[in-house]
């Protein structure tokens, strides 16, 4: 387990990381997000000990990373895939990261067998695409066999079959009762995975919930949408019932404040052809959005051209 108390971090007056308190349980994917700067990934360089904190803790089992006696077992970290001598082999690295807990060379070929690397296992790492480093990464935090994982965008530079099986990865290995902490910016991935999500801002804590309950917090959710070849008709019957609607291309009306059924008797009422009809779903993208807006720091202007 993964505990995030009260965290800080400062570099100078310049506060990374602000009073950030959250926790990745076992048996869960959790996915960590937050804009560009938003201090992720110096949270997870102090959960893994690569910076020390100002205040507050972070701990994995309830020690800091720099108690834990064999930490290769303890938690397998990938925060960046490309942090391998270029000269070596991924059987060399791998088997170098090995040799300083007294794991031996099987376990080395099975987790090279396991991440897809065995036709690259006698390569140089320098000549790797991002997706075969991203492998390499996965690999060596698997080499433990470890109950924590914490995972830095794992699936950059992969293709759809590797994305895939990442996402199959994750999601085996907290079924397996393991803590996996997931950082990516692919909501869509996030979605399809994570049980719960950690959504940061400027440093600071901005959602703590389930995908669903995330999900829920966007525009859409809960909005009845209906096509109809009877727009403004319906539209006057349902205002007159006391909903919210709003116009959209194509005959379609999003309408708040009643439900699907109101909906379906107002079209009748009005003789107004109904030909879709339900409630929309909210997405983690849109709420993302929504609860990020005042929180990213690199922002282009204006639009494409």
Not at 72 to 81: R, S, T, W
Not at 198 to 224: H, K, M, N, P, Q
Not at 227 to 254: C, I, S, W
């Amino acid at each position: 387990m993964i505990e995030v108390e009260a965290l800080t971090k400062r570099y100078g007056s310049t506060a990374a990381v602000d009073g950030l308190t959250f926790a990745a349980r076992p048996g869960m994917v959790t996915g960590f997000l937050g804009p560009n700067g938003a201090g992720k990934s110096t949270t997870m360089r102090v959960v893994v000990g690569l910076e020390r904190p100002t205040s507050g803790t972070a701990t994995v089992d309830g020690r800091r990373y720099a108690d834990l006696p064999a930490p290769l077992h303890a938690v397998g970290v990938m925060l960046d895939a490309r942090s391998v001598h270029p000269g070596r082999t991924a059987y060399a690295h791998l088997v170098a990261m090995a040799k300083t807990h007294g794991i031996g060379r099987a376990r080395v070929r099975e987790v090279i067998a396991q991440t897809g690397l065995e036709p690259a296992a006698h390569r140089r790492a320098g000549t790797f695409s991002l997706g075969m480093s991203q492998r390499l990464g996965i690999a060596g935090a698997l080499l433990g066999d470890p109950a924590t994982l914490i995972l830095d965008e794992p699936v950059n530079g992969l293709d759809p079959d590797g994305v895939l099986w990442v996402r199959r990865l994750v999601r085996e290995l907290a079924d397996e009762g393991r803590t996996v902490l997931l950082s990516s910016h692919l909501m869509h991935e996030l979605a399809l995975c994570a049980d719960r999500v950690v959504i940061i801002g400027r440093g600071r804590l901005l959602a703590d919930a389930s995908v669903r309950e995330i999900a829920d917090r966007s525009e859409r959710a809960g909005v009845v949408r209906v096509r109809t070849t009877d727009p403004e008709p319906l539209a006057r019957e349902l205002l007159a019932a006391g909903a919210q609607v709003t116009p959209q291309k194509g005959g379609v009306l999003h309408v708040r404040a009643v439900t699907v059924e109101d909906v379906g008797t107002a079209a009748l009422r009005c003789g107004a052809t109904v030909l879709e009809l339900g409630t929309e779903s909210g997405s983690l993208e849109e709420a993302y959005l929504k609860l990020t807006g005042d929180a990213v720091e690199y922002r282009a202007a204006g639009g494409v051209r």
